[in-house]
């Protein structure tokens, strides 16, 4: 088999994959995961340098794929070029998010420190700088869905769908993140 014919071959797979895939097939996405969801992580890896982030972002560019699968163009491109834009556009959303997330945090440290007319007693600021920092500590997107479940009260649903992320990465951010608080105000308090 000649080079160009191998070509025309894996042009002609990438197609017929790409439109099973427009039509709802499964097993279509079953095969791009397989073949592309590498390439997805490390374009994710690079652009977020960081792993648990990057395997968020792969989750979902997928899920996004899937759910938008009707808008594939088949005839205008392939699967992995689709996927790269759809990579594109979900770390573009994890650093706005990010960027939120630090102006949330700002504020939120604002209201943590004193009033200069009104300070706390000492045991009050100690613990709430203590809270702080062991949240600083954490990281994004974990500190931001501890806020929000705990200080702020809302359900792991709604943590969810305030952060962009899926149920299952939240619920697991907060089981993570109040496991490494716990560690850290024990070992503090030891010290």
């Not at 998010?97 to 630090?102: K, W």
């Not at 920092?133 to 974990?142: S, V």
């Not at 500190?143 to 939240?170: K, M, N, Y």
């Amino acid at each position: 088999m000649s080079v160009d014919a191998e070509v025309e071959q894996d042009l002609d797979e990438l197609h017929d994959l790409a439109v099973r895939l427009r039509a709802g097939s499964r097993e279509a996405l079953e095969e791009a995961w397989a073949r592309w969801a590498p390439l997805v992580h490390t374009l994710a890896l690079r652009a977020v340098g960081d792993h648990h982030d990057a395997e968020d972002v792969t989750q979902q560019v997928f899920v996004a794929a899937w759910r938008g699968r009707h808008t594939l163009r088949p005839e205008r491109g392939t699967v992995p070029g689709w996927l790269v834009g759809i990579t594109r556009h979900k770390v573009a959303d994890l650093h706005a998010q990010r960027s939120r997330q630090a102006r949330d945090a700002a504020a939120a440290a604002a209201e943590v420190l004193p009033d200069r007319h009104a300070p706390p007693p000492e045991e009050t600021l100690a613990a709430r700088l203590l809270l702080a920092d062991a949240l600083d500590r954490l990281g994004e997107p974990r500190a931001s869905a501890i806020r929000l479940a705990l200080v702020d009260e809302l359900t792991h649903e709604e943590v969810a769908q305030r952060l962009g992320l899926p149920l299952g990465t939240v619920k697991s951010h907060i089981r993570r993140g109040l496991a490494t608080l716990r560690t850290y105000v024990e070992e503090v308090g030891e010290a």
